[in-house]
């Protein structure tokens, strides 16, 4: 019984983490992916070349995106390994989501009416509320990557810096 009480903790948490308000969204994925990896045994490799802050809204886009990219690789994908990728070209934010899973056919599925595809749905409508785009890249048996670029105003392009 305690197990599943910390459990449901954790995932609640993860639901809006005070990470994610205090310290931003790197921090805020950082703790999300290591409770993921711990309760599903999978690795998740992060590497985040920017720094910075961003508005309230994109961080939270970008939480929510990268929550649903990571629950579909656990939970649909059956994924070994997750990479999740953010960073910048010139006023862009560039982010990429990708697991080694089964895939899918990403047409096919966004084409079905009903639920089959929500989360996908969503998370393209989440990015366009924002002014970005989100590419899917998915073929059965090969995994799936999910690409996201962000365009940023120079006030907040100049607190993230690239690192190649």
Not at 113 to 139: W, Y
Request: with cysteine.
């Amino acid at each position: 019984m305690l197990n599943q009480l910390r459990t449901f903790t954790t995932v609640f948490h993860e639901l809006r983490p005070t990470i994610l308000d205090d310290l931003g969204w790197i921090p805020a994925i950082r703790f999300l992916a290591e409770g993921i990896s711990k309760r599903a045994g999978l690795p998740i490799h992060i590497d985040a070349a920017v720094s910075g802050r961003l508005p309230s809204a994109i961080e939270t886009t970008l939480y929510r995106i990268v929550q649903e990219a990571l629950t579909n690789a656990v939970k649909h994908a059956k994924a070994s390994n997750i990479w999740i990728r953010a960073w910048r070209e010139n006023l862009v934010l560039c982010g990429s989501i990708r697991d080694d899973g089964g895939g899918f056919d990403s047409s096919q599925a966004r084409a079905i009416p009903g639920r089959k595809g929500l989360g996908l749905i969503a998370m393209q409508e989440r990015v366009t509320a924002i002014g970005g785009t989100l590419q899917i890249d998915s073929r059965p048996g090969l995994g799936t990557e999910l690409s996201i670029r962000i365009p940023l105003e120079d006030k907040h392009a100049n607190s993230n810096r690239a690192r190649r």
